[in-house]
């Protein structure tokens, strides 16, 4: 699928009136022929999201801060721009469980996710091969009570020296410190396997078990300092009944956690993603 | 619809070998034509539904209890029968919100709710005229803090001049004392505006809102003692976005919670449903 | 639900430069606070929605055209705006299936559907109480082969007098005119009992049974001359098995008539949907 | 998951009274712990699926035929027995579309299809490398209008020197001959990316585009000599928008194609499926 060259503006401000018409007079005067505009409004915020064709705009990207900064200084507000020829860069931690790993692996390489992956941390050394598979590159990390520090500042190391734009949580047992987070603050992706704030915490199928809920669900969400607290960028369900034993139920949530976490990841790669005190939007 | 005439009988013991077999075997000898069985192991309980066409069956219903009784006590079970032509006699408890109420008298005016509804309840005089529409008898009983017990009393007193079965709480925004359901355990349906158990308690549509859960649901269970703890019947959610402001919420939420519960009432009926410790199994 | 006051612009026109820039502009400098806006390309066309609020809108709705119109002449616009304080006016046609009437009725009632409906127009007189129960005006008009024409005319004339602005066939068993329809055009919604192109024509459940779908569907379209062919506006799905006898696709199906007609209204009702070749754009 | 050592036994015959009761007595005879039992009535048709334990089942499965035949030949019954302990072997079908082989392969390997996987044979070279890291010999076989005949008899070949039990086609993009198809009578499965019977034929998602379908499906179904045509074991649909391009249709469907081909493979591996004229039984 050839894809436009396109330029992406996320915009967050207080609601006030001549908000469009500056934002699309200045991208008018530039010759921009915009595709696709969404906005909100949030109580008294406004969210924006606007794409626009590079054929013909008049602005190199690397220019664009310069020009838009006057009207950005006006109206208060926060934004950012991405072209879509700046790949973003996303590390995959993972575990044991390797699904998601998989999955994500396979729609990277069939042109789903258009974003590079440097690298792979694993804390066990058993997702080698597919990540050699696939031609990405794979770093144990073994994490245990004792040297959890030193295995996050490892880790870290690692994003840094590759340039990692966000992390996948691709089904990853360990929990990660306050500061891990903090330095990569709506920029981490967790999946986790229960539909929240049902089952937060650990063994949510074994809990959806117990109560006997008739669907399960996965929930895509970014990772704050509270467990299983973050903003939800999606989530979905699937019906179960009483002839689900545990096993039934840990198979039918792999192929909820799959589709979950991959529409999430794709989502925020095309910039459709804001957060907004503890929710999102999510522009579609 | 013409239905056929049949015999349902419902049975829980502990799981042993021969149990199906001397169960169909009875019904053999007495000449019954089965036309549904379904069975389910929960550890060592053994569920049990059939269905027999009561056409040719040699044995009147009203004498079974005398003849099949031998096996039940041999195999320790649990049981009841019912046939589709005593009909259940089911009362409605509503407040204001109308919505699931119109929704199952109109249901039950075209044929798909096979019962009686000798009465409905109100704590608010507003549906009067709609139970009067469709020819139901319509009883106030005002409900406050101070008068609850007595409230609850003439309540009873109701039911059973009335002959209830069981009681639907469609949307009925009293908690009922822990002695009124002890008094109806498994005969009280409740329809609970979320995805039990996330956000059970009050107000769980504002919660799901400032959760910014992607998906909203709706839970049909059975009234115990715990408030919003019962067994579960069904449930069913439908996608939300950042664009559905909380009035949304809730007139989206009035579709779920008119199908749940209809579809939970419609289960019971049919005497689908076995409850098993704080769980449900519904035979499809 | 207290809705603010507002005027919705919708228009379609050949994609161009500026097209965004010229429409926020005129709003701006008429001093609107726009609340949503949202636009679509189709191929080389362009397809837009904007919503604003009307308190402080320094133009009056009915001075709106004179003003608006060299800027639509400029880029060849079809366009309308609609203000939210002049109510669309529905008739609705029926015939003895009444599921849906009932639940538009009680919809409209609730405040769920903000229209007039100033008259149902039915082809057997069984739904005469039900309408008027919720004081509407209720017209037989006996179709046959031999009066069809005559019909019509008498239902035309109905509508005429009565200054309706949309039609929805609410189970209505008789096909219009391509006369009656053309007079009507995207102005007449249809509720289809299956998922089209599926089972298009008489009897889809029958069919939908005979072929063993797992699946059943409802259709709410716009009525065009070919029969069941007209732009698409909503559809749903819901799970059957082979449990399900005719009787069950039927009673099941009922629930997503309803559900998938009143969306497609409501849509309708909030100017929501455009027309573009033989589909919908339905901004949301 | 460990699963217990079960056999099933599938039924089919004329519906008559003490079918039931003669099967579970017999079963219970030779010491049978029932599992699952499930049956369904169509029209006359009575269709049994039983599932026992083999712990303490006093007869051998390979003697259990000569045992049986009695009580079949009195009914009438056509039938058969799996045992947990014998696995299918499956043959995958592949073309130049990989995502179902992928998701096929990493089930098998994660457990989820409890089968044997023989071979593989494809129509392009391309999807020789997973099949090799997932160590399933993998056979090209290049088929052309020219050389069909002989391609499929060397295909046929292949399965038969390997013992195949059943043939899944995973996106294969070639039609097998009526031939072919008469010797795997109700054992090749294939996956359809519509929701059949809506755009059966070549090119479904560019017709559900053209049309504006609000939803997309994809169908599992038997394959026969009518293309298109065979009974249906699984359907599902993903909503779509007009925001959705056709490489977006593709994107979603393909998502949708893996997870129903998958459960259908799962439920004929389980012996849940009937096939009953030209619809399925597939018992859960």
Redesign the interface.
Known sequence: ?RRKKTATLLITCQ?R??????I??F??GH????????????GTLFLMRIEWDLE?FSLPVSEFARHFEPIARKFGMQWRISDSDSKKRMAIFVSRYD?CL?DLL?RHK?G?LDCEIPLIIGNHPDTE??AS?YGIPFHFVAVSPENKQEAESRQQDLLKRNGIDFVVLARYMQVLSADFVSKYKDRIINIHHS?????HGAKPYHRAFE?????I?ATAHYVTEILDEG???????I?V???DAI?ELI?KGR?LEK?VLSRAIRWHLENRVLV?G?????F?
Chains 1, 2, 3, 4 share one sequence.
Do not use: W
């Open positions: 699928m609601d009136k001549g908000l469009v018409a500056g699309s007079e991208l008018f010759n921009a022929n915009i595709l696709h505009a969404d906005q909100h409004q949030d013909g699904h998989v396979y069939s789903e091969s597919i598979f539909f929240l704030p049902a089952f109560r006997g809920v008739k669907l669900g903003p939800i960028i999606e989530q979905d369900v019906r009944s009483h002839r096993e198979q192929d589709i907004c503890n929710k999102t939007v999510v579609d």
